[in-house]
T-cell receptor
Framework: AQKVTQAQTEISVVEKEDVTLDCVYETRDTTYYLFWYKQPPSGELVFLIR??????QNEISGRYSWNFQKSTSSFNFTITASQVVDSAVYFCALSEGNSGGSNYKLTFGKGTLLTVNP | DAGVIQSPRHEVTEMGQEVTLRCKPISGHNSLFWYRQTMMRGLELLIY????????DSGMPEDRFSAKMPNASFSTLKIQPSEPRDSAVYFCASTGRRGRSNEQFFGPGTRLTVL
């Protein structure tokens, strides 16, 4: 069974601070996909990134960066120079690799509520 | 592209009433997912369809819940009879190509309150 743990329930920072959101996952598959989603106060879920299990390269997109380490089963997310608009709940999710051409379900972590104060 | 469309956005009903939630996936997507979000349980998958066929409904909590996808552009999630513990935000999501675990695009959700 697959599992995603986001140990940080809530994080509060002051604007311009860097912040890292942790994500640890469990899966028996060798092929799997990891995701981060953002849920702002308005409630919608916004896709941020997908990473497959064979690609351990870190990725940077503007102020966002992701650190994928298979050795520790972690896929952490860092926001550099945080802004008030980054305030949201961030979800890490896992999907196991398909074996029959089907798109598999996502297993979500409980989410981390990030509050960026001015 | 209009994105995933869900209706209604808000629904308030009384215990025992039938509730029907609707979803229109992104055109061309062949997989559709229904999720429920609550404070206690977080985001959990209820059911998903591939090419209009239900693949995994193990997350459907009880027989009171049912879902259909009569065609590629429409799905419903029905609760009959509804109970206060069904109060939650229900999300529909869709994704595209077969054979890959692509990102799922979520609708805005339906906030259901059962009194």
């Amino acid at each position: 069974a697959q599992k995603v743990t986001q140990a940080q329930t809530e994080i509060s920072v002051v604007e311009k601070e860097d912040v890292t959101l942790d994500c640890v996952y469990e899966t028996r598959d060798t092929t799997y996909y990891l995701f981060w989603y953002k849920q702002p106060p308005s409630g919608e879920l916004v896709f941020l990134i997908r990473r497959n299990s064979f690609d351990e390269q870190n990725e940077i997109s503007g102020r966002y960066s992701w650190n994928f380490q298979k050795s520790t089963s972690s896929f952490n997310f860092t926001i550099t120079a945080s802004q008030v608009v980054d305030s949201a709940v961030y979800f890490c999710a896992l999907s196991e690799g398909n074996s029959g051409g089907s798109n598999y379900k996502l297993t979500f972590g409980k989410g981390t509520l990030l509050t960026v104060n001015p | 592209d209009a994105g995933v469309i869900q209706s209604p956005r808000h629904e308030v009903t009384e215990m025992g009433q039938e509730v029907t939630l609707r979803c229109k996936p992104i055109s061309g997507h062949n997989s559709l997912f229904w999720y429920r979000q609550t404070m206690m349980r977080g985001l959990e998958l209820l059911i998903y369809f591939n090419n209009n066929v239900p693949i995994d409904d193990s997350g459907m909590p009880e027989d009171r819940f049912s879902a259909k996808m009569p065609n590629a552009s429409f799905s419903t999630l029905k609760i009959q009879p509804s109970e206060p513990r069904d109060s939650a935000v229900y999300f529909c999501a869709s994704t595209g190509r077969r054979g890959r675990s692509n990102e799922q695009f979520f609708g805005p959700g339906t906030r259901l309150t059962v009194l």
